[in-house]
């Protein structure tokens, strides 16, 4: 349930910043609100962005954001630039903070029970008159992607998904990345071998939405999140017979900043594809 929802208005300057780095559209045609729902009874932190024209309904998308706690979570400036250029393209798009962050109630678990603050998303629709809730996408980028794996283990709700630079194997044995090592080992000497399994979705794609096509972008210089986390994904997709295209941007780095706008072009023509 939606409880808070406050619009956000950028200065000037910040909004030229986003203008040059997402586009025009992500700021003219967009709307960007701060919003607080209700997850597990829990107030959780998030947005919500949606295009200026409230006339008709869209179909919606839920983006998983990366990090741990408040590392990685949005702010406004980049809620507008990234959420603002994809609800330009057509979508009302939902994103979470995770419980615990930004002032929200609870405890980020890292893909524990928070998942259910990306699953509560869904339920937001209905109340708002311009979502068509019928149809549905979702994105997850780095720790949003292993998020976004979870869930298309808990739902076929979703006709398309994308991750860049997703999580696929959280492995307590391997060191590396020093990344990846502030994500999972919370202590070095309790090192819970079944919190990883549970949150490596190479463990059990068998669970995996077989209705959900999925595109993987991964920079094959991914220092933080190895390209092998996408590759390894993309075999157990082929051996499971589940729909998927695999794209590794030569050089690419964990944020893809050299890449962007063929990053764009790609999330832009699957969802295109698979939701309108």
Not at 44 to 61: E, H, M
Not at 84 to 113: A, K, P, T
């Amino acid at each position: 349930m939606l409880i808070e929802r406050e619009k956000v208005s950028l200065p000037i300057i910040q909004q030229k910043m986003i203008k040059s780095a997402w586009g025009n559209n992500s700021i003219d045609e967009t709307v960007l609100e701060k919003i607080t729902y209700l997850s597990d009874g829990l107030k959780v932190k998030g947005y919500l962005a949606y295009p200026n024209d409230t006339s008709r309904k869209y179909p919606n998308i839920i983006w998983c954001r990366g990090g741990f706690g408040n590392a990685g979570a949005l702010d406004d400036f980049n809620a507008q630039g990234i959420l603002g250029q994809l609800s330009s393209w057509g979508y009302v798009v939902f994103e979470s903070q995770y419980r615990g962050n930004v002032g929200g109630e609870g405890e980020d678990q890292f893909g524990g029970n928070d998942l259910n603050d990306v699953t509560n998303l869904i339920s937001l629709a209905d109340q708002l008159e311009f979502c068509n809730k019928n149809i549905w996408g979702i994105e997850g980028w780095s720790r949003g992607g292993m998020m976004m794996y979870l869930t298309l283990t808990r739902s076929n709700l979703f006709k398309a998904a994308i991750s860049t630079g997703g999580i696929s194997n959280v492995d307590c044995t391997i060191n590396e990345s020093s990344f990846m090592r502030k994500l999972i080992h919370f202590d070095q000497n309790k090192i819970d071998h079944n919190f990883c399994e549970k949150r490596s979705i190479v463990n059990f794609v068998d669970k995996y939405s077989k209705s959900t096509p999925t595109l993987l972008i991964h920079g094959t210089n991914d220092e933080r999140v190895p390209p092998h986390h996408s590759l390894d994904l993309s075999y157990k997709f082929l051996e499971n017979k589940i729909e998927h295209k695999l794209v590794l941007l030569e050089n690419g780095d964990h944020f893809l900043r050299e890449h962007k706008k063929e990053v764009d072009d790609l999330r832009k023509k699957w969802f295109e594809k698979y939701l309108k």
